[in-house]
């Protein structure tokens, strides 16, 4: 029997979507707002779920207290209040769409978890937009 524990996170982060190898005028058409050179704001809300067999002593599946800690230090002390472009290191290469930035956060987070722990990454981008990524 399986259950999933879920932790909601929060950060503030700017980004440009931008393909370096497009001229501005397609980056413009492809990306919209999100291509301003001048950057812009998204309120990000995360949500990390681990799925796994409750431990028969704690009763847990995972200890919140350890995936909090976990979440602040790999992922909001990494974004939170950055520049994704400019000051993130595994975005200076990769646009940092919803799709990119949940992949990151779930190659952050993945080694940190126990091997038989099931990760599933839920990033809003905005209130209406949002991706999941994870093992299934
Ligand atoms: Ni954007």
Redesign the pocket.
Known sequence: MKVTVNRKAHFNAA???YNADWSDARNATVFG??ANPHY?G?NYELIVGVKGEIHPETGFVMDMKVLKKLIEVEIEQAFDHKNLNEEVEEFKKLNPTAENIAVVIYHKLKPKLDVNLILTITLY?TPRNFVVYGDE
Request: with cysteine.
């Open positions: 980004h440009r979507l707002k999100c812009h998204h981008e």
